[in-house]
């Protein structure tokens, strides 16, 4: 995993935004097994515009979930997906809604968010996003004690750092006013740990899970390999049982459904 998120910015609860809704900022998807509710992510104002104008197009409507991976993720979108025929592979997206990336390390991959997918690396080397189609994120719920792992891992290395650099050149007085007035000590320690708490906070690098990133995490989970991977536009706040709906239908060795999933429409509301 490349990078992590240290502070939320999004969504406080799975039904409560930071930002404030304007006009058209809610997606309603309509499928063959339900209607989930989302709003888009201003923070990925390309994203947003060009998906905004496709939605406007009907771009979207008639076409499948196409591709599934439980614990991962469900795909749809794609044109070529609209009347396909059962069992026929789908999903080769359209190189004509091509945008480079808006990666945010304030977007954090819990379940329900909506992404636009790309091609590998190898292929893609400027990480564009193919937005003729998009995923809804499923993954799963993390134990407490897998992110308290995940932060040491990632932040042990700048702690060390900060503390050769900042502290250990002070070890001796430290040391020695340790041995004569312990109160004061303490007082000059604690401060030299305030200082590396507020670097860690401030460090591009840093993994911090805020207490709410926690509760979403646990709770409902998410996929972490995806963040600063993949251009994050929007996110489901209501219907996120029909992700695990579409999640736990039997699939084809293409990963799509053996049962078509459709997407009757998406509008913006």
């Keep these: 995993m490349k990078s992590f998120v240290a502070n939320l910015l999004l969504c406080v609860s799975l039904s409560f935004c930071v930002f404030k809704a304007t006009a058209q900022d809610t997606i309603l998807i309509e499928t063959n097994l339900g209607t989930m509710k989302a709003v888009f992510l201003q923070e990925s104002p390309k994203h947003v515009a060009l998906y905004k104008e496709r939605i406007k197009m009907g771009a979207f409507d008639g076409t499948l979930f196409f591709r599934v991976v439980p614990g991962f ?16 592979r789908v999903g080769m997206g359209s190189t004509q809604y091509l945008l480079l990336p808006e990666f945010n390390k304030n977007h954090v991959a819990f379940k329900g968010m909506i992404a636009a997918p790309r091609q590998p690396d190898n292929i893609n080397p400027q990480k564009k996003s ?6 809804i994120v499923q993954g799963k719920p993390y134990r407490s004690g897998y992110l308290d792992t995940l932060e040491m891992a990632k932040n042990n290395p700048l702690k060390n750092a900060w503390w050769k650099e900042n502290y250990m050149p002070h070890k001796a007085q430290m040391d020695s006013l340790k041995a004569v007035d312990r109160k004061e000590f303490a007082k000059r320690y604690k401060a030299y740990r305030a200082d590396l708490q507020t670097y860690l906070e401030n460090h591009p690098q840093a993994l911090i899970f805020s207490q709410e990133e926690r509760r979403m ?53």
């Design 73 to 88: 993720m469900i795909q749809g979108g794609s044109p070529d997906s609209r009347n396909a025929e059962p069992g026929k």
């Design 130 to 135: 193919d937005c003729s189609q998009f995923f």
């Design 217 to 269: 995490l646990t709770t409902y989970g998410g996929e972490l390999k995806l963040n600063n991977e993949y251009t994050f536009f929007a996110r489901v706040v209501e219907g996120l049982e029909i992700i695990d709906q579409v999640a736990a239908l039997p699939c084809d060795k293409n990963e799509r459904p053996l049962r078509d999933v459709k997407i009757i429409s998406v509008k913006l509301k």
